[in-house]
C-alpha cells in the first residue's frame, strides 16, 4: 500500500483537506509497528550495499548538521531541513521493503504494485498525449517526487524493464495484456515527457532490452519503426525542442545546466569535504561563485550530489551504485542464477538507474534481484 501511494501519489488527484492529507505517513505507521510482529524478515540486510547506503545516510546527515553552522548556508538551512527529512523518510522504508520482501512472490508483488503505478499515469498521459496531438508535455502527480517531466521521464525508464519481466513472469493472460500496454504507452509518455535526458534513456534502456531478448532482429526492427513514426509525426514543438539537441546545439536551458555544473565544481572546490548541504543550489550562492551566470539548476544527480555532498559525499553515492552494478553482474552473466527474462531485466534496470536519483525504487529493484540471485537452490 505504501509504494502504491508513494508512487502513484492518489491524494495528489484529489482536492480541499483529501489534497494535503498525509497519507504516506498514516501507512508508514503501522507498518513500522507492524515489522515488531512480523516473523518472516530478512535477517541478512547487512551486505555491502546496505552497509553503504548506511553510510551515506550518516552522511548527508552530518553534512546538513554542518550546513547548520556555516552563515553562508543560512538561506537555505530550512530547506534543506525539509529535504533531509523527507529522503530519510524514502530510505526508511526502502530498509522496510527489504526486510520484509523475503519470497518471489513478494517480490513479484511488488513489481506489480510499482508496474501498474507507473503504468497507469503512463496511460493517462499517453491518452492525454494523443488528444493534444502531443503538442505539450506530460507531467507526473503535482507535489510528488515525479512531477517534474524529467523526474517523471526517468522514473517511466527505470520502471520498463520492470514491465518487461512481468510480462513474461505474470501466469494471467487479462494481467498480461495490460502490462504490454502499459509498457508501450510508458515509452510514448517518456517521448511526450519532452525530456531529453529521458530520451536518452530511453534509447539505453530499450537498446538493453532487445540486445538481451531472444528476439533481437525483431526489436531491433521495431525500434527502427517507432523511431521513423515518432520523427514523422511529432508535433513541431517536440522537433523544436529536440532539434537543437540532435544537431549538438546548446539552448538556454542546456546551458544553464553546464553553468550549474561549473558552480557545483567551483563550489565544491571550496567546500571539498561536505558541500553545502541539500538545497545548496541557490540564486543567492550561485551568483557568489559564479557570478557571471544566471541562476539554473543542475538537473544532474552526480553534480547536484557534488556541491550539496562534497567530494566525499559524491565518492559514497558512487560506491553505492557501483555496488548495485556488481551485485547484479552475477545475475547477468550466469544462466544459472535465474532466467533470461530475470537477467535481461536485471541488466536494463542497471542501465536505467546510472542516472537515478531516486534510491526508494532503484534500491528496491537491485536487493530484489540480489534476493533470486542469493536465493536457496
Same mark, same amino acid.
Given at each position: %500500500? ?14 480541499? %483537506? ?16 507492524g515489522?515488531?510482529?512480523?516473523r518472516?524478515?530478512n ?8 552497509i $553503504? ?7 548527508? #546527515? ?20 525539509f ?10 522504508? #526502502? ?23 507507473f ?14 496531438g ?17 523526474? $517523471?521521464?526517468?522514473?517511466?525508464? %527505470?520502471?520498463?524493464?520492470? %514491465? ?15 502490462l ?20 536518452? +534513456?530511453?534509447?539505453?534502456? $530499450?537498446?538493453?532490452?532487445? $540486445? ?7 526489436? +531491433? ?34 546551458e ?36 557571471q551566470?544566471?541562476?539554473a ?9 557534488? +556541491? ?29 542464477? +535465474? ?39
Amino acid at each position: %500500500m505504501w509504494v502504491w501511494v508513494a508512487y502513484f501519489n492518489p491524494h495528489r488527484f484529489t482536492y480541499g %483537506m483529501a489534497y494535503d492529507f498525509p497519507v504516506s505517513t498514516v501507512i508508514a505507521i503501522p507498518t513500522l509497528l507492524g515489522i515488531l510482529f512480523f516473523r518472516k524478515v530478512n535477517r541478512g540486510i547487512f551486505v555491502r550495499e546496505i552497509i $553503504l547506503l548506511l553510510l551515506f545516510w550518516a552522511w548527508i #546527515t552530518i553534512t546538513y548538521i554542518n550546513a547548520t553552522q556555516v552563515p553562508l548556508f543560512a538561506d537555505h538551512v530550512e530547506d534543506a531541513q525539509f529535504q533531509l527529512i523527507s529522503v530519510s523518510k524514502v530510505l526508511l522504508m #526502502t530498509f522496510v521493503l527489504i526486510l520484509v520482501v523475503t519470497s518471489k512472490k513478494r517480490l513479484d508483488t511488488l513489481f506489480l504494485v510499482t508496474a501498474f503505478s507507473f503504468g497507469v499515469l503512463a496511460i493517462k498521459g499517453t491518452l492525454f498525449g494523443l488528444a493534444t496531438g502531443g503538442n505539450f508535455r506530460i507531467w507526473g502527480p503535482p507535489d510528488s517526487f515525479v512531477y517534474d517531466n524529467n523526474d $517523471l521521464g526517468l522514473a517511466l525508464n %527505470m520502471t520498463l524493464p520492470v %514491465m518487461f519481466y512481468l510480462t513474461r513472469e505474470v501466469e494471467s493472460p487479462p494481467v498480461r495484456k495490460l502490462l504490454w500496454v502499459s509498457f508501450y504507452c510508458t515509452i510514448l509518455a517518456v517521448v511526450l515527457s519532452y525530456s531529453r535526458g529521458a530520451l536518452l +534513456g530511453l534509447v539505453v534502456v $530499450l537498446g538493453a532490452i532487445s $540486445l538481451k531478448s531472444n528476439h533481437k532482429m525483431l526489436a +531491433g526492427a521495431l525500434l527502427v519503426v517507432f523511431a521513423v513514426l515518432i520523427l514523422t509525426f511529432a508535433p513541431p514543438a517536440w522537433m523544436d525542442r529536440m532539434g537543437n539537441f540532435a544537431h549538438g546545439e546548446l539552448d538556454q536551458s542546456a546551458e544553464g545546466r553546464l553553468h550549474a555544473w561549473e558552480f557545483a565544481w567551483v563550489f565544491a572546490s571550496e567546500y571539498p569535504i561536505m558541500g553545502g548541504g541539500f538545497e545548496t543550489f541557490t540564486p543567492q550562492l550561485e551568483a557568489r561563485f559564479t557570478p557571471q551566470y544566471a541562476f539554473a539548476g543542475p538537473h544532474s544527480i552526480y553534480f547536484q550530489t557534488l +556541491g550539496e555532498q562534497g567530494f566525499v559525499g559524491l565518492g559514497i553515492f558512487l560506491l553505492v551504485l557501483g555496488g548495485c552494478f556488481y551485485g547484479c553482474g552475477p545475475v547477468v552473466s550466469q544462466p544459472s542464477l +535465474g532466467s533470461s527474462t530475470i537477467r535481461t531485466c536485471s541488466k536494463s534496470v542497471c542501465w536505467a538507474m546510472s542516472s537515478a536519483g531516486h534510491f526508494c525504487l532503484e534500491l528496491t529493484l537491485i536487493f530484489g534481484f540480489s534476493w533470486w540471485r542469493q536465493r536457496p537452490s
